[in-house]
């Protein structure tokens, strides 16, 4: 499972297919991240919370 920023999606989705991880689970962060303050970057985190978490739980 890994996060990413939204910006990179297309990145992510070349890479798990090069590695043979098309299955593999994702989640995108509203982008941009780099120079998110931390209060932006908590309700970053906040959005994607329960996608994070339905990712790494379901079978």
Known sequence: MSVA???FEE???TQA???G???ARFV???H???DATD???RAK???VVDQVIAALTEE
Do not use: F, G, N, T
């Open 5 to 7: 920023s939204s910006e």
């Open 11 to 13: 990145a992510a989705l």
């Open 17 to 19: 297919k090069a590695l």
């Open 21 to 23: 991880l098309e299955a």
């Open 28 to 30: 995108l962060v509203e």
């Open 32 to 34: 941009p991240i780099q």
């Open 39 to 41: 209060d932006e970057m």
């Open 45 to 47: 985190a906040d959005a």
